[in-house]
């Protein structure tokens, strides 16, 4: 290992141990640069869900279409529209507003969702302005380290917060979805095509020339599911996060140093550190995924909610009491319990 990654390491474990602190005072874009979304580790594992990992999900009771984690939260969308957040409540984050919302995305320590007539709603963090959502009306939205994107009904990708890579250049097109990393944002276009802009460091916006359906960007990496169901990577690749098994793929997302996506069977992989266990999937056959900062959330096909963390920290442990041990959800401020 160089001098250099050596260097970048240990930025980043330092950048990753002080993030309340600094979202606390109001520095939060200083967190939305490359590889920042959680401490890093040389740990990395390739690994399906097993059996016999029951106790370490923590499982959540109800109907859910869409799961989306972010750094030290996760918000999931019910069936009827409403949004359920559990975690530190950073600013705010778990708060989120009355629906109805038909998509959601959560990032950094901020999150966003499009309510039933295509506008945008952003709670959490808005240092970078991250949360002062465009006009719309929209069809997709994701939000990133410090900056959100949205696809408008005219397939132009419109962006706000934090540019300082360049991430959050509204993009002309023919765009039909997005994904918003730690400092980049990738766009699928209409026929399948995928462009990014932003940080570049790790190759995190230079994608293949496949044609692809469905697209993540995590801290400083980029996965996409090919026309054909296969996982294409490119970016930081140190934890592996961007060496995808083989197989047929319906879902995928991005975290911090790992990637998980669901087989054609419902079954959860995921690739890349281990840390916390965030790859280290249960077994279960499941319809959405997500992979956010150390740990990974996913709602099976009878639309429950299962996280992993072998610490049950608590932006794994839906709020309800049908949780086994589960923990106090603390809020950042005043160190209140925090319940919806």
Request: charged share 15%.
């Amino acid at each position: 290992m160089g001098s250099s990654t050596i260097a970048a390491r240990m930025s980043v474990a330092l950048v990753a141990s002080l993030a309340l602190l600094i979202c606390a005072c109001g520095a939060v874009a200083n967190l939305a640069s490359d590889r920042d979304f959680s401490l890093r580790s040389e740990s990395a594992t390739s690994t399906d869900a097993a059996d016999g990992n029951s106790d370490n999900p923590s499982s959540q009771t109800g109907h859910y279409t869409v799961i989306s984690a972010g750094l030290l939260h996760t918000c999931a969308l019910e069936v009827g529209g409403e949004i359920d957040c559990w975690g530190i409540n950073t600013l705010g984050v778990t708060e989120p507003p009355p629906g109805p919302f038909t998509a959601l995305s959560s990032g950094l320590f901020h999150t966003c969702a499009i309510d039933q007539d295509g506008l945008a709603s952003c709670w959490g963090s808005d240092v970078e302005g991250q949360g002062q959502a465009e006009a719309g009306p929209f069809v997709d939205i994701a939000a990133g380290g410090a900056h959100t994107c949205a696809i408008d009904q005219d397939g132009d990708a419109i962006c706000w917060g934090s540019n300082e890579r360049g991430q959050a250049r509204s993009m002309a097109g023919d765009f039909a979805s997005v994904a918003a990393g730690g400092a980049h944002t990738c766009a699928i276009e209409a026929r399948g095509g995928a462009t990014c802009w932003g940080s570049n460091e790790w190759g995190q916006s230079s994608p293949g020339t496949g044609r692809y359906s469905v697209i993540a960007a995590g801290s400083a990496h980029t996965c996409a599911i090919t026309v054909e169901g296969e996982i294409d990577c490119w970016g930081d690749d140190d934890d592996h996060q961007s060496s995808p098994p083989a197989g047929h793929f319906v879902d995928v997302s991005a975290g911090s140093a790992h990637s998980c996506a669901i087989r054609h069977t419902g079954d959860v992989h995921c690739w890349g550190s281990n840390v916390h266990g965030r790859s280290s999937p249960p077994a279960g056959h499941f319809t959405s995924v997500s992979a956010g900062g150390a740990h990974g959330c996913a709602i099976d096909h009878n639309g429950r909610i299962a996280c992993w963390d072998p610490d049950v920290h608590p932006w794994t442990a839906p709020d309800s009491s049908n949780v086994a041990n589960r923990p106090s959800l603390w809020s950042l401020h005043g160190g209140k319990d925090h319940t919806k």
